[in-house]
């Protein structure tokens, strides 16, 4: 088992940035895959970015690409979303999660999720 501890959600307005974290404990060393999704109300997750937490590939959404910048670091076991730009929309609740296989881009190939932080961007 993976567990994953997100922080860093919260209100800002639009041309704003944060930043969210998440941190992992249990059984680190199976995870393949480290990444965010993103869920509106009465939508399905949708990919945001991820990255391999053996190599380092990062890999986009392609309209958060240019605004959003995720990275690792390994020691902590922690994965980091930047979040520049913001626009209002992408406000949503956004979920950490873990693949131990390596697809990532569908809700169905993640094994482990975070509880969610929700990310509000005001016009």
């Known amino acids: 088992q993976v567990q994953l501890v997100e922080s860093g959600g919260g209100s800002v307005q639009a041309g704003g940035s944060l930043r969210l974290s998440c941190a992992a404990s249990?059984?680190?060393?199976?995870?393949?895959?480290m990444g965010w999704f993103r869920q509106y109300p009465g939508k399905e997750r949708e990919f945001v970015a991820a990255?391999?937490?053996?190599?380092?590939?990062?890999y986009y959404a392609e309209s958060m690409q240019g605004r959003f910048t995720i990275s690792r670091d390994v020691a902590k076991n922690t994965v980091y979303l930047q979040m520049n730009s913001l626009k209002p929309e992408d406000t949503a609740v956004y979920y950490c999660?873990?693949?131990?296989?390596?697809?990532?881009?569908?809700?169905?190939?993640?094994?482990?999720w975070g509880k969610g932080t929700l990310v509000t961007v005001s016009s």
């Open positions: 999660a873990v693949s131990t296989n390596n697809q990532v881009r569908v809700p169905s190939a993640i094994d482990y």
């Open positions: 990255i391999t937490w053996k190599f380092g590939m990062k």
């Open positions: 249990g059984r680190t060393s199976s995870i393949y895959h």
